[in-house]
């Protein structure tokens, strides 16, 4: 018989305030300080959509401003086309020859229900940008209109019309956040229906457990600034009524002994998902699947956001060094 929580003695934590820590870059610091005081992030109830309709048309505008902004800094000329029949943003860096090198397949973080458009666009430049390769950003569909699986469906149709011209030995599939749940059930997809594998994943901070399940879901609770606390209504308007523990919805319920490409793993020491990414690492490394985990000192959830951090360029050069080793 399973044990109860009733069955355990919990840890008993007092009050305490946490600084930001002298370990990590004086940029860093002050990002954490000014996120500190950042409230807890409030979404409508799963089962009203007309609520998240009215919550998309009232903050879409302040969020496009901001990443109109982020993509003005972008040095990567950028073609808004389709691939596959999805709207795409091909990211191919002046002097790049697309015919070789590395394709970086991206799909956008924003928790199942935001970050398309200008975001996608300007992730898919900065990306571009640091990495020197060509990047394809995928503006996926996404809830309320279309919840799972559309978004994977997405991703995959992209992937199908890149290897019609592109060796998949040439191509990583990555994400962030949610985007790194996305890409990870894609690259299953893509197994599962005996497609050839890409070189690699990337799968930053990524959202693989939507039971959110993990010991850093209590833990990292508050201390992480960006987010508060985890995402049951998102991950419910998003799975749309399907079984949370799918492994196309939750791949760290997969089985990786069926295979999955070499990956990395990312998150940071305050991360609220740092627990999603210490278990697929593991879970990755005991299916035999070579795997990477790269873990940031004081890093909530998405990297440091505000300003030039040096610990998000220190992501970005090993991002690059893995695409450049797996699929160089």
């Known amino acids: 018989m399973a044990a109860d929580d009733n069955d355990f003695t919990p840890v008993r934590i007092p009050a305490k305030e946490v600084l930001p820590p002298v370990t990590i870059s004086p940029a860093a610091r ?4 000014t ?8 979404w409508p109830p799963a089962s009203d959509k007309e609520a998240w309709r009215r919550h998309v048309a009232n903050v879409d505008p302040a969020r496009e401003a901001l990443f109109t902004t982020m993509l003005e800094g972008v040095k990567t000329p950028i073609e808004t086309t389709q691939i596959g029949g999805v709207p795409c943003f091909d990211c191919i860096p002046s002097g790049h020859d697309p015919a070789a090198g590395p394709v970086y397949l991206f799909v956008h973080g924003g928790a199942f229900v935001a970050g398309g458009g200008v975001f996608a666009k300007a992730v898919g430049g900065r990306a571009a940008d640091m990495i020197g390769a060509r990047v394809v950003s995928v503006d996926y569909r996404m809830p309320p209109e279309d ?5 994977p469906q997405d991703c995959l149709a992209v992937y199908r019309a890149l290897i019609e011209t592109v060796d998949p030995a040439r191509i990583v599939v990555g994400g962030s956040s949610a985007g790194g749940n996305i890409a990870a059930s894609t690259i ?3 197994r599962d229906l005996g497609l050839p594998l890409p070189a690699g994943a990337v799968l930053l901070t990524p959202e693989v457990d939507l039971t959110e399940s993990g010991d850093t879901f209590v833990t990292n609770a508050e201390l992480d600034v960006i987010l508060k606390g985890g995402l049951p209504d998102c991950n419910a308007i998003y799975a749309d009524g399907h079984d949370l523990t799918d492994p196309y919805l ?14 990395l793993v990312q ?8 627990s999603n990414s210490v278990l697929l690492h593991r879970k990755l490394r005991d299916a035999g699947i070579e795997a990477e985990l790269h873990v940031w000192e004081a890093m909530p959830h998405g990297g440091f956001l505000l300003g030039d951090v040096p610990e998000n360029a220190e992501i970005q050069v090993e991002v690059a060094r893995f695409i450049r080793r797996v699929a160089g």
């Open 188 to 190: 299953l997809m893509i």
């Open 30 to 33: 002050r990002n954490l300080s």
């Open 267 to 274: 998150s940071g020491t305050r991360d609220l998902f740092l």
């Open 35 to 42: 996120g500190a005081g950042n409230p807890r992030m409030n």
């Open 250 to 263: 939750s791949p760290l319920f997969a089985d990786y002994t069926k295979g999955f490409p070499p990956t």
């Open 147 to 151: 919840p799972f699986p559309a978004a």
